[in-house]
């Protein structure tokens, strides 16, 4: 071979040996991939007590994979391009209520347009019993607490809805599950209506499962009908703020790798009372709040803004209003409760949340009801979690147990 043969080889084994240097010792490690919704491996993972089996050698190839410089585009570019390719096909399809499955995730693409949502729920007997027995337990404790009003409220999601079932050969049970339940209680109850598409798009995030700025807001004016029977003394927004055009990749784009557009995230601003807050116990001297966001800098783009504006990692939360107001509300709720417990606020002196699950996870205990009750003098409780906290298993157990009326 010709030196001149020789000189290209072995600039390409100077060019990936300096490269695996670099992404080895020299870049900053990345710790996780939003974009395949991952941990990566970094250079802390490397154990020189694995040289003799095997795994060295393999972690390092992993390694050099997942630190690749400018890895991240490569990956988003590779989604965008099937994403586009399969995009083409999708737009030839007139019918728009066809879901159109985002790779190999439970995630779907509501006909060509740039909503996503999750597979439809699938009707059955045994998960209408758990929600017709969840209804029993609540009609028993408003029954033996006749002088506090017990409500439910269900923060409606689009997978609920049957609009999808004729265009995809379903037979979804989301309507009927509503439907079991509103019949089973005994107690006030509403449900954030989706009327067609056109409330998913103007409601909710097209990326996430949870409601938007708009959303929130009218959940709120729901609540507040439901409880006190009008919207007379309701906050409004005093301003809007969607941050520069922010955009909000959430649980659905993260499952699905970030293949669209993003949603534009934006939230309200209003006059909020002066409160106190506790989180789990603590004096919170710095609550998240929909002003706080709004006034916020400095966001990264790939942050799950809905935690950061809303703050959810709480398992018990106690708001305190300071000025001269009565009534005390006790809200058992999941996430979609976040936006709206300052707002609801505005209404009473006391607002306790509990997210049942995180509750016992911070506790390690269950949030007992009577004594709860009993011993703050409780007015009013409202019960707003979403349909599947009322029946859902998965391979974490049985969570829909967190969520039982549990009594003293």
Same mark, same amino acid.
């Given at each position: 071979?010709?030196?001149?043969? &020789?000189?290209?080889?072995?600039?390409?084994?100077?060019?990936? %040996?300096?490269?695996?240097?670099?992404?080895?010792?020299?870049?900053?490690?990345?710790?996780?991939?939003?974009?395949?919704?991952?941990?990566?491996?970094?250079? &802390?993972?490397?154990?020189?007590?694995?040289?003799?089996?095997?795994?060295?050698?393999?972690?390092?190839?992993?390694?050099?994979?997942?630190?690749?410089?400018?890895?991240?585009?490569?990956?988003?570019?590779?989604?965008?391009?099937?994403?586009?390719?399969?995009? #083409?096909?999708?737009?030839?399809?007139?019918?728009?209520?066809?879901?159109?499955?985002?790779?190999?995730?439970?995630?779907?693409?509501? !006909?060509?347009?740039?909503?996503?949502?999750?597979?439809?729920?699938?009707?059955?007997?045994?998960?209408?019993?758990?929600?017709?027995?969840?209804?029993?337990?609540?009609?028993?404790?408003?029954?033996?607490?006749?002088?506090? !009003?017990?409500?439910?409220?269900?923060?409606?999601?689009?997978?609920?809805?049957?609009?999808?079932?004729? %265009?995809?050969?379903?037979?979804?049970? =989301?309507?009927?599950?509503?439907?079991?339940?509103?019949?089973?209680?005994?107690?006030?109850?509403?449900? +954030?209506?989706?009327?067609?598409?056109?409330?998913?798009?103007?409601?909710?995030?097209?990326?996430?499962?949870?409601?938007?700025?708009? !959303?929130?807001?009218?959940?709120?004016?729901?609540?507040?009908? /439901?409880?006190?029977?009008?919207?007379?003394?309701?906050?409004?927004?005093? %301003?809007?703020?969607?941050?520069? =055009?922010?955009?909000?990749?959430?649980?659905?784009?993260?499952?699905?790798?970030?293949?669209?557009?993003?949603?534009?995230?934006?939230?309200?601003?209003?006059?909020?009372?002066?409160?106190?807050?506790?989180?789990?116990?603590?004096? $919170?001297?710095?609550?998240?709040?929909?002003? &706080?966001? +709004?006034?916020?800098?400095? #966001?990264?783009?790939?942050?799950?803004?809905?935690?950061?504006?809303?703050? /959810?990692?709480?398992? +018990?939360?106690?708001?305190?209003?300071?000025?001269?107001?009565?009534?005390?509300? /006790?809200?058992?709720?999941?996430?979609?409760?976040?936006?709206?417990?300052?707002?609801? /606020?505005?209404?009473?002196?006391?607002?306790?949340?509990?997210?049942? #699950? $995180?509750?016992?996870?911070?506790?390690?205990?269950? +949030?007992?009801?009577?004594?709860?009750?009993?011993?703050?003098?409780?007015?009013?409780?409202?019960?707003?979690?979403?349909?599947?906290?009322?029946?859902?298993?998965?391979?974490?157990?049985?969570?829909?147990?967190?969520?039982?009326?549990?009594?003293?």
């Amino acid at each position: 071979m010709k030196k001149s043969e &020789q000189i290209f080889p072995i600039l390409v084994l100077i060019i990936l %040996a300096l490269t695996s240097i670099y992404s080895l010792f020299v870049k900053d490690q990345e710790m996780i991939s939003y974009v395949e919704n991952r941990n990566l491996k970094t250079n &802390q993972d490397l154990h020189p007590r694995e040289l003799l089996n095997g795994v060295f050698e393999s972690t390092i190839e992993t390694i050099l994979t997942d630190q690749f410089y400018d890895r991240y585009e490569f990956v988003k570019l590779k989604n965008k391009i099937n994403y586009a390719n399969a995009n #083409i096909l999708y737009s030839l399809i007139d019918d728009p209520m066809v879901l159109n499955p985002v790779g190999d995730t439970y995630v779907n693409q509501i !006909g060509s347009s740039q909503l996503l949502m999750s597979n439809p729920i699938a009707y059955s007997d045994i998960i209408n019993q758990r929600i017709i027995d969840r209804a029993g337990q609540i009609n028993k404790i408003a029954e033996d607490y006749p002088n506090v !009003g017990f409500y439910v409220y269900k923060p409606t999601q689009i997978q609920e809805k049957d609009f999808f079932d004729s %265009a995809n050969g379903l037979s979804s049970g =989301g309507d009927r599950f509503e439907e079991s339940l509103r019949t089973s209680l005994q107690v006030p109850y509403s449900s +954030f209506k989706i009327g067609d598409l056109n409330d998913y798009e103007k409601y909710f995030y097209s990326t996430d499962h949870h409601w938007n700025h708009r !959303g929130s807001y009218q959940g709120y004016l729901d609540i507040l009908n /439901l409880i006190e029977g009008n919207k007379d003394d309701a906050l409004s927004p005093l %301003a809007e703020n969607c941050k520069d =055009g922010l955009k909000f990749y959430g649980t659905y784009s993260a499952q699905s790798g970030f293949v669209n557009d993003g949603a534009d995230f934006c939230v309200y601003k209003f006059d909020l009372p002066e409160y106190v807050a506790y989180s789990d116990g603590q004096l $919170n001297e710095n609550p998240n709040d929909t002003n &706080q966001f +709004f006034d916020r800098t400095g #966001i990264d783009t790939m942050d799950y803004h809905y935690n950061k504006a809303y703050s /959810l990692g709480n398992g +018990f939360v106690h708001r305190e209003n300071q000025a001269d107001i009565e009534g005390d509300l /006790l809200i058992i709720g999941d996430s979609y409760a976040g936006p709206v417990l300052p707002l609801l /606020l505005n209404h009473y002196k006391n607002i306790y949340f509990v997210y049942p #699950i $995180n509750y016992k996870g911070i506790f390690k205990v269950e +949030f007992k009801y009577d004594s709860f009750i009993k011993e703050k003098n409780i007015d009013k409780v409202l019960f707003m979690y979403t349909i599947e906290n009322y029946f859902l298993s998965d391979e974490w157990g049985d969570r829909y147990l967190d969520f039982d009326v549990k009594r003293d």
